[in-house]
Structures are given as structure tokens and as C-alpha cells.
């Protein structure tokens, strides 16, 4: 009995709908003039459906199987109020497959519920809502007809979230897609929703669909979808739901639109996030020896088994060496060393350093062990171990490849030392500032006497200072709105807009003079200097290793090619090397080179 009364609450509820629901309205705003084009029109119950919220109302009716009905309500709500207020602009109405799809709802029913109250259907906006799957999109696209026909416009909802997807798209051909507020939220601050956002925007432009950002709530995610031509945005930012339309955003919006500086665009951290790969990836399972193995089991294995390149040995699971095939058989073949070891213990002639590394280490930490000095990995291998135990072999051919491939591709877009963004990402970023047509400064960033250092040092004290001078250069900018480039070797170049740039980059020069010394022994920071050859083999002396930036002030009328700003850049670097300065301005330049 308790079941029936709900029930027939609930029912009531649907049916007491058709009087208790009001309208509101949320503004729709063209991004390029910042104008109210458009409102969004959102059914809300009142205390007369016990301010229910409406996806329980929703939820009820899919549930009573009247789903199509109570939204051909809300539709009659909006469309009314709408038209009542004699409001500009078009009316964004959600309604889901179901009201197009029900035997029940004929076409005539959705034109009158969205003609009601005199309302002029070219001037409505279907939003298709993800409520539900849609088995067949194309008999969807077909029901449109019958709307499109009178002049309504359709919109694919909340796109990248719950149903909404590329077949939809490709079937019912909408006139607007609205990018789903996951993908909105923070967009100026992830690479990867950036990057999704890109490829969207490419298929609405192929397609013909105009994008709307949904969820709007932060200032640089608004800069964002204006900067990537996205026409239309919505949300909180703009305006919130109200039962009165609005003819213009907010004077703060607005104002907080109006900047000089360009945001630095999110990179991926690191190297090819995107394309994680472990150890677990590489290993090859092997059998593994015991110490009590002999030599003549390590013979019959290597013939049993000819691809296997080594054989680790373990104690109770745990790798204790490696016995490396070719090493073996070369020592194997000399005169009576079979007769005298053969049935002596396989530890003989293994390695007992080799080298270990977890199955869950990644490919990218192993770049550390390809420039180390014990370069036995290259014919011994690895072994790979799960919580210490032996679980299966490496080979260095596969390391080395995997990690080059790697590299190369993370390299197309950041320096595999550094991380830093390389050439691509730097000319990138200058398009957009010449594109915007915005004030910058372009400073090329090198250092005096970094080979001699190098060749005294080693390659791994020079990668130290690289990575020294990366990191002050980036923790003196401001990463808002000044860009810091590897463009390769120890060349760096900063594309800056903060007003006080140029302090900036004395600064810079100040700290690295100043902590690259500790990168020197003390004999030769006595002497401020090493001893070494120059670049034709002679013997000379070389100071110590310090910094040089070079700076061209980017002023209208702009260059028509970022390349351009880099020959300036490093022209006046080469001023700056050659006057022993380290900072120089190139001052007086009127034109820019073709």
C-alpha cells in the first residue's frame, strides 16, 4: 500500500507539472563583440512540486515512461515565458531524443509546443540533451526533418560527456556543438583539454557547426576560447540563471577581458605523457638459474633456447647475477675450460652487479642509465624484478630504442634535458603574440665559454649547468605571460611581456655568474679560469663560464614571420658576447629583414 501511495505521488507530481514549473534563462554570449545573443531556457519546479529538483523530475518521468511528455512541458514553459518578455536574440530549448522518437509525440506536438504563445520558430535552438543512448542517430536525424523544415536550429549538448559523440554529430548534422564543461573547466591551465579542444574545434570547421564553451567560471579559460576562435561561451562567468533576460555581461567581465598580455598556452609535463611505457613493456621471460645450477645447465639452456641473449641467477627468487651468452661461450671455447668447470656452479662466470630495475619503472627514468659509464647493459641487458623477485629479462638494443624513439618525439616539442618547449612550441608562441599584434620582447640566452667547461668537465657536469641555467631562467619569469624556450644545446630563448622584462633578465645574468661557479673546482675559480683547447686544438685559457642575453623589443609595425625576431635575437647576442656584457639591447632597429 505504501508503494501504490508513492506512486500515485509521484504521478501527481508529472501531472501537477503542466502549472508548476517556471522558466529562467541563461545568457549565451558571442565572444568576439562580447554581445547576449541568445539565452538558454531552464524549466525549474516551484513550492508547488515541493521544489523538486528537475533531474528528479526527469528521472520520475523516464521512469513512468513519460519522459517525452513532461519535457514537451518544459519546452511550452520557456518558449512562453520567452516570448512573453519580448525578449532579442534566439531561445536555446533542451529536449532529448525521446521527444522526437515517442509514437506517442507527433511532430505537430513539438511545433505547437514550440510555437506557444506566439513564439517565431527560426528563432529556437534545439539542445539534443545526452539523457539517453541513441541507437539509431540516423532515424534521430530523420525526425529533425520535420523541425528544420519550419526554420528550427539544433545543437548537440554537453559534447564530450554522457552520449553525446562523434556519430551523433556526423548523423543529425547540428548547426551548434557545445563543448561539455569537463573540457571547458581549466582549459587554460591543460595541455591535454587544449589539445582536445583544438581537434574540436577543426571537425566544427569541416563540419560546419559553431562551438559554444560550456560552464564558464575563470577569466583565462574565456581568453582561451576567444584566442581559439570559439564563437560562442556560457556560464557562470556570464551570467547565471534568472527568470529575467539580460542584455549585456557584466562591465567587470568585460574589463577583465581587456588585457595587453597574451597567456603562456599549458604544456605537458615532462616528456610524451600521453604515452607512458614501463619495463613491463620490454621484459622478456626467461628461465632463471640457481646457484647450485652448473656451467653444463647453462650450456644446455643456451642450446635449448638460442634467442635468450643472458640467463640471471637467483637465490631464493632473488636475481644474484647475470651470465651473459656471449661472455660464457667465449670462455667456454678455450682449451679444457669445459672439462674443468663444466659441472662447477653457473656463478663461475656470471656478473654479480647486474643491473636491476623494477617492472613499473618507466622507459623515460631509464635515460639516466644510457648516459652512465657502465655501459654493460648494452650486451648484458637488465634484469627486471617485481618487489625484488626475478620475473624477466631486458636487452639493451630494446632500451636504447624505445628510449631514442622517445626522445625524438618528445623533442619535436620539448628538449629532452630540460623539458623545456623546443623550436615548434617557441614559434608557436611567437605567431600568437605577432597575431594579436601585442608588445614583446624576443632575448636569446647563451653561454660564454661552455665548450672548454665541457670538454674540462665531462657531459655531465655541462648537462648540470644547462639545467642550472634552465632553471633560473624559468624562475624568473613570469609564467603567466613570459615564455622560456630550449631551442637546443646551451641556446635558450625568452619571449617576455612583463613590464620590467629587462630586470628581469639582468637578474637572471647575476644569479647564473654567480652559482655557476660552485660548478668549478676551486683551483679554478682561483684562478677564474681553465685551461684547455679551442675549437682548432690549441691550448688557451678560458674564463670562467658566465652568461650572455641578447633582447630585440618587438614594437608595431610587426614582422610577418616569427624566424625573423630569432635572427634579430641572436644578433644581438653576438653583440653581447662580443662587447663582454651580459645583457645587450639592439636598439634602433626601424625594419625588420625580409
Same mark, same amino acid.
Given at each position: 500500500?505504501?508503494?501504490?501511495?508513492?506512486?500515485?505521488?509521484?504521478?501527481?507530481?508529472?501531472?501537477?507539472?503542466?502549472? +508548476?514549473?517556471?522558466?529562467?534563462?541563461?545568457?549565451?554570449?558571442?565572444?568576439?563583440?562580447?554581445?547576449?545573443?541568445?539565452?538558454?531556457?531552464?524549466?525549474?519546479?516551484?513550492?508547488?512540486?515541493?521544489?523538486?529538483?528537475?533531474?528528479?523530475?526527469?528521472?520520475?518521468?523516464?521512469?513512468?515512461? &513519460?519522459?517525452?511528455?513532461?519535457?514537451? @512541458?518544459?519546452?511550452?514553459?520557456?518558449?512562453?515565458?520567452?516570448?512573453?518578455?519580448?525578449?532579442?536574440?534566439?531561445?536555446?530549448?533542451?529536449?532529448?531524443?525521446?521527444?522526437?522518437?515517442?509514437?506517442?509525440?507527433?511532430?505537430? *506536438?513539438?511545433?505547437?509546443?514550440?510555437?506557444?504563445?506566439?513564439?517565431?520558430?527560426?528563432?529556437?535552438?534545439?539542445?539534443?540533451?545526452?539523457?539517453?543512448?541513441?541507437?539509431?542517430?540516423?532515424?534521430?536525424?530523420?525526425?529533425? +526533418?520535420?523541425?528544420?523544415?519550419?526554420?528550427?536550429?539544433?545543437?548537440? *549538448?554537453?559534447?564530450?560527456?554522457?552520449?553525446?559523440?562523434?556519430?551523433?554529430?556526423?548523423?543529425?548534422?547540428?548547426?551548434?556543438?557545445?563543448?561539455?564543461?569537463?573540457?571547458?573547466?581549466?582549459?587554460?591551465?591543460?595541455?591535454?583539454?587544449?589539445?582536445?579542444?583544438?581537434?574540436?574545434?577543426?571537425?566544427?570547421?569541416?563540419?560546419?557547426?559553431?562551438?559554444?564553451?560550456?560552464?564558464?567560471?575563470?577569466?583565462?579559460?574565456?581568453?582561451?576560447?576567444?584566442?581559439?576562435?570559439?564563437?560562442?561561451?556560457?556560464?557562470?562567468?556570464?551570467?547565471?540563471?534568472?527568470?529575467?533576460?539580460?542584455?549585456?555581461?557584466?562591465?567587470?567581465?568585460?574589463?577583465?577581458?581587456? @588585457?595587453?598580455?597574451?597567456?603562456?598556452?599549458?604544456?605537458?609535463?615532462?616528456? /610524451?605523457?600521453?604515452?607512458?611505457?614501463?619495463?613491463?613493456?620490454?621484459?622478456?621471460?626467461?628461465?632463471?638459474?640457481?646457484?647450485?645450477?652448473?656451467?653444463?645447465?647453462?650450456?644446455?639452456?643456451?642450446?635449448?633456447?638460442?634467442?635468450?641473449?643472458?640467463?640471471?641467477?637467483?637465490?631464493?627468487?632473488?636475481?644474484?647475477?647475470?651470465?651473459?651468452?656471449?661472455?660464457?661461450?667465449?670462455?667456454?671455447?678455450?682449451?679444457?675450460?669445459?672439462?674443468?668447470?663444466? &659441472?662447477?656452479?653457473?656463478?663461475?662466470?656470471?656478473?654479480?652487479?647486474?643491473?636491476?630495475?623494477?617492472?613499473?619503472?618507466?622507459?623515460?627514468?631509464?635515460?639516466?642509465?644510457?648516459?652512465?659509464?657502465?655501459?654493460?647493459?648494452?650486451?648484458?641487458?637488465?634484469?627486471? @624484478?617485481?618487489?625484488?623477485?626475478?620475473?624477466?629479462? +631486458?636487452?639493451?638494443?630494446?632500451?636504447?630504442?624505445?628510449?631514442?624513439?622517445?626522445?625524438?618525439?618528445?623533442?619535436?616539442?620539448?628538449?629532452?634535458?630540460?623539458?623545456?618547449?623546443?623550436?615548434?612550441?617557441?614559434?608557436?608562441?611567437?605567431?600568437?603574440?605577432?597575431?594579436?599584434?601585442?608588445?614583446?620582447?624576443?632575448?636569446?640566452?647563451?653561454?660564454?665559454?661552455?665548450?672548454?667547461?665541457?670538454?674540462?668537465?665531462?657531459?655531465?657536469?655541462?648537462?648540470?649547468?644547462?639545467?642550472?641555467?634552465?632553471?633560473?631562467?624559468?624562475?624568473?619569469?613570469?609564467?603567466?605571460?613570459?615564455?622560456?624556450?630550449?631551442?637546443?644545446?646551451?641556446?635558450?630563448?625568452?619571449?617576455?611581456?612583463?613590464?620590467?622584462?629587462?630586470?628581469?633578465?639582468?637578474?637572471?645574468?647575476?644569479?647564473?655568474?654567480?652559482?655557476?661557479?660552485?660548478?668549478?673546482?676551486?683551483?679554478?675559480?682561483?684562478?677564474?679560469?681553465?685551461?684547455?683547447?679551442?675549437?682548432?686544438?690549441?691550448?688557451?685559457?678560458?674564463?670562467?663560464?658566465? /652568461?650572455?642575453?641578447?633582447?630585440?623589443?618587438?614594437?608595431?609595425?610587426?614582422?610577418?614571420?616569427?624566424?625573423?625576431?630569432?635572427?634579430?635575437?641572436?644578433?644581438?647576442?653576438?653583440?653581447?658576447?662580443?662587447?663582454?656584457?651580459?645583457?645587450?639591447?639592439?636598439?634602433?632597429?626601424?625594419?625588420?629583414?625580409?
Amino acid at each position: 500500500m505504501v508503494f501504490l501511495r508513492d506512486n500515485a505521488r509521484f504521478a501527481s507530481l508529472l501531472d501537477r507539472a503542466q502549472n +508548476g514549473l517556471v522558466a529562467m534563462f541563461q545568457p549565451l554570449i558571442r565572444l568576439d563583440t562580447m554581445e547576449v545573443v541568445a539565452h538558454e531556457g531552464l524549466a525549474r519546479s516551484t513550492e508547488q512540486l515541493g521544489n523538486i529538483s528537475t533531474p528528479e523530475l526527469l528521472n520520475l518521468a523516464r521512469a513512468e515512461g &513519460r519522459l517525452g511528455e513532461f519535457e514537451l @512541458t518544459a519546452a511550452r514553459t520557456v518558449c512562453r515565458a520567452f516570448a512573453a518578455q519580448r525578449a532579442s536574440g534566439r531561445l536555446l530549448v533542451n529536449l532529448s531524443a525521446q521527444a522526437f522518437m515517442q509514437e506517442a509525440i507527433k511532430p505537430d *506536438d513539438l511545433l505547437a509546443a514550440l510555437g506557444i504563445g506566439g513564439m517565431d520558430l527560426s528563432r529556437i535552438t534545439v539542445e539534443l540533451t545526452e539523457r539517453d543512448i541513441v541507437e539509431e542517430p540516423a532515424r534521430l536525424a530523420h525526425a529533425l +526533418g520535420y523541425l528544420r523544415a519550419h526554420g528550427v536550429r539544433f545543437a548537440l *549538448d554537453d559534447f564530450g560527456n554522457g552520449h553525446s559523440n562523434f556519430e551523433m554529430w556526423n548523423e543529425i548534422h547540428p548547426e551548434v556543438v557545445k563543448i561539455d564543461r569537463y573540457l571547458i573547466h581549466g582549459l587554460s591551465k591543460s595541455a591535454e583539454r587544449l589539445a582536445i579542444v583544438r581537434a574540436l574545434c577543426q571537425v566544427a570547421e569541416t563540419l560546419g557547426a559553431d562551438l559554444v564553451g560550456e560552464g564558464v567560471e575563470d577569466i583565462e579559460d574565456l581568453r582561451m576560447l576567444r584566442e581559439l576562435g570559439i564563437p560562442y561561451a556560457q556560464g557562470f562567468l556570464l551570467g547565471r540563471p534568472v527568470p529575467q533576460t539580460i542584455d549585456a555581461v557584466s562591465d567587470n567581465v568585460r574589463a577583465a577581458l581587456d @588585457t595587453t598580455t597574451l597567456a603562456v598556452l599549458p604544456r605537458p609535463r615532462g616528456p /610524451v605523457t600521453q604515452r607512458p611505457m614501463h619495463l613491463g613493456h620490454l621484459v622478456i621471460e626467461a628461465p632463471a638459474l640457481t646457484t647450485r645450477q652448473t656451467n653444463n645447465d647453462v650450456i644446455a639452456i643456451f642450446s635449448q633456447q638460442p634467442e635468450l641473449h643472458a640467463l640471471a641467477v637467483v637465490e631464493e627468487g632473488r636475481p644474484v647475477g647475470l651470465v651473459n651468452r656471449r661472455v660464457f661461450s667465449e670462455r667456454m671455447a678455450q682449451p679444457y675450460t669445459r672439462e674443468l668447470y663444466g &659441472r662447477k656452479s653457473c656463478t663461475a662466470f656470471m656478473h654479480e652487479a647486474p643491473l636491476l630495475c623494477d617492472v613499473r619503472q618507466s622507459l623515460e627514468s631509464m635515460a639516466d642509465i644510457l648516459r652512465g659509464q657502465d655501459q654493460r647493459y648494452l650486451s648484458d641487458g637488465f634484469v627486471i @624484478t617485481r618487489e625484488g623477485q626475478y620475473l624477466g629479462l +631486458g636487452t639493451g638494443e630494446s632500451l636504447v630504442r624505445r628510449v631514442t624513439e622517445l626522445r625524438i618525439e618528445a623533442a619535436r616539442y620539448a628538449n629532452p634535458l630540460t623539458f623545456l618547449p623546443g623550436n615548434i612550441p617557441v614559434t608557436e608562441h611567437v605567431a600568437r603574440l605577432l597575431r594579436a599584434e601585442l608588445p614583446f620582447t624576443v632575448a636569446y640566452v647563451d653561454l660564454n665559454h661552455f665548450k672548454p667547461f665541457n670538454d674540462q668537465y665531462g657531459y655531465f657536469r655541462g648537462d648540470e649547468m644547462i639545467r642550472l641555467l634552465a632553471g633560473i631562467l624559468t624562475a624568473q619569469v613570469n609564467p603567466r605571460c613570459d615564455f622560456v624556450g630550449h631551442i637546443g644545446g646551451d641556446d635558450f630563448l625568452l619571449v617576455l611581456q612583463s613590464g620590467d622584462w629587462e630586470a628581469r633578465c639582468r637578474h637572471m645574468v647575476e644569479l647564473f655568474n654567480q652559482r655557476a661557479r660552485g660548478l668549478f673546482a676551486e683551483e679554478d675559480i682561483a684562478r677564474h679560469g681553465i685551461v684547455g683547447e679551442d675549437r682548432h686544438g690549441n691550448t688557451q685559457f678560458f674564463p670562467l663560464t658566465t /652568461v650572455a642575453i641578447g633582447a630585440v623589443r618587438v614594437l608595431p609595425p610587426f614582422p610577418g614571420h616569427p624566424e625573423t625576431l630569432a635572427t634579430l635575437a641572436a644578433r644581438a647576442k653576438r653583440h653581447a658576447k662580443r662587447a663582454q656584457v651580459g645583457f645587450y639591447l639592439l636598439a634602433g632597429e626601424t625594419s625588420y629583414p625580409a
